[in-house]
């Protein structure tokens, strides 16, 4: 596993007693190394109060290969230690500020919001920008909010360095699925490749007949088939299966964008519910050559491992303030309604290959999606609800209630020209994204 490097450093300096910082460097370093999932914590025995002990921290922070520091306010510390830190390691640096103990009348013991704000300031004008934390192990707001850094550290590092493939394009006329490849990589971290449609068409016509009529016979025992689903298709569903999985794999494509339509339909060959049973293996693949929403979809499954649902927004209601959110069918296994029916069938639209037909399950989602306004990201989120379901139309199906009233998320969206695709996950990760919003300079789009 590729684990986040968290150091972690407790100050003090100058004449501050020494008892409280020894205490909260223990106490603070338990509740890190038993808290923080998915981060390594590079841990002192001792308090650093010293230019000599600083160095040291520095030298054996940047030999463990930390990706941030978390400084943690003993007492009051001046402005040499986070700066020194900052300058040298050249690492993000989250300052954390215990509230002031109860002294009963007698001098100050920690001092330590003074510190931060002070060291804050001192820090921002040199170019810096850290995150700061108010509050100690008795505050689960702080403690909340040290967790949501990590994760959404955690969740960068995990893009930074990924690869997006690109299978083919984008479909006729979807300008909005058009992106700037420059910017993804200077804001996100993350390359991106493509693999021609032909190759994966080539492919499919070299994938062994052992392994098509294996995979034939999985879906046959595994879902409840259409009578449209006919023997082309569930042959092509196996063969494009097998292909992506594999080029997948070949390429090293952590997630991927693929161009859904005309072609694939006109080999008999389009791929929603292939794109269904692939995310549930971790195989996660935008439709319609979306990149901006593979965005979204990468970031989510980096903070939670659970597949997304790429979809369009397709009513409203405004009595009950529910969103209803569909697509043609790609909604993973994992995240239909088991006690509706279920179908693998023909495509709804094109009818030229596979999708599921399904409600989706209930439970806390988040739906978001990365917008290219004039060159710079905006973070399209909202988090809801979703909540029983019947389906009206073929594909898959949600409606979602959401605190905002539904018009004006919709008008909210027209006024902000966010495109009409989004990514959803069945988890509440709107305080992470919108720290990994924040620490990528992105602004939030409020509704």
Request: aromatic residues 8%; proline residues 4%; negative net charge.
């Amino acid at each position: 596993m590729n684990y986040l490097k968290v150091g972690f450093i407790t100050t003090v300096s100058g004449r501050w007693p020494r008892q409280l910082p020894i205490e909260r460097n223990k106490t603070h370093t338990a509740w890190l190394q038993e808290n923080a999932e998915g981060a390594k914590i590079i841990a002192f025995d001792h308090v650093i109060d010293s230019r000599d002990r600083i160095q040291k921290a520095i030298t054996r922070l940047r030999a463990e290969g930390a990706d941030l520091v978390i400084m943690l306010y003993g007492a009051f510390t001046g402005d040499d230690v986070s700066t020194r830190i900052a300058q040298e390691l050249k690492m993000p640096l989250i300052l954390w500020a215990p509230r002031e103990p109860d002294v009963h009348g007698d001098r100050l013991l920690s001092n330590a919001l003074v510190a931060m704000t002070m060291n804050s300031a001192s820090l921002r004008r040199l170019g810096y920008h850290p995150q700061t934390v108010y509050g100690g192990l008795e505050s689960e707001t702080a403690k909340k909010e040290i967790l949501i850094c990590i994760r959404a550290y955690a969740a960068i590092k995990t893009l930074h360095g990924s690869t997006l493939g690109l299978f083919g394009y984008r479909p006729t006329a979807f300008y909005n699925s058009a992106f700037d490849e420059g910017l993804i990589r200077r804001t996100f971290g993350i390359s991106i490749e493509e693999t021609d449609l032909k190759v994966v068409f080539d492919r499919m016509q070299q994938t062994e007949p052992e392994a098509v009529a294996q995979d034939m016979a999985h879906i046959q025992d595994s879902y409840c088939l259409g009578d449209d689903f006919i023997e082309e298709y569930r042959i092509n569903h196996s063969r494009l299966y097998l292909t992506l999985k594999q080029l997948m794999q070949e390429q090293n494509y952590a997630y991927a964008a693929i161009k859904c339509w005309p072609e694939m339909g006109n080999l008999n060959s389009v791929p929603c519910a292939v794109l269904g049973r692939l995310a549930d293996e971790g195989y996660s693949i935008a439709c319609e050559g979306d990149v901006d929403v593979a965005l979204s979809m990468s970031v989510q499954n980096a903070l939670t491992g659970k597949p997304n649902f790429v979809t369009d927004l397709i009513d409203l209601n405004d009595e009950e303030n529910y969103l209803t959110f569909w697509h043609c069918g790609n909604a993973a296994p994992s995240l239909h309604h088991r006690q509706c029916d279920v179908k693998l069938c023909d495509h709804p639209l094109y009818n030229k290959g596979s999708a599921f037909r399904a409600v989706l399950k209930e439970g806390p989602v988040t739906v978001s999606r990365f917008c290219n306004m004039g060159g710079k990201y905006k973070l399209f989120l909202i988090k809801g609800t979703a909540i029983p379901t019947q389906m009206y139309t073929p594909g898959c199906m949600v409606n979602i209630k959401v605190d905002v009233p539904v018009r004006d998320v919709v008008n909210g969206i027209i006024q902000e020209a966010v495109p009409h695709h989004y990514s959803i996950v069945w988890a509440d990760v709107e305080d992470e994204m919108r720290m990994i919003a924040s620490i990528l300079g992105i602004e939030v789009i409020e509704l």
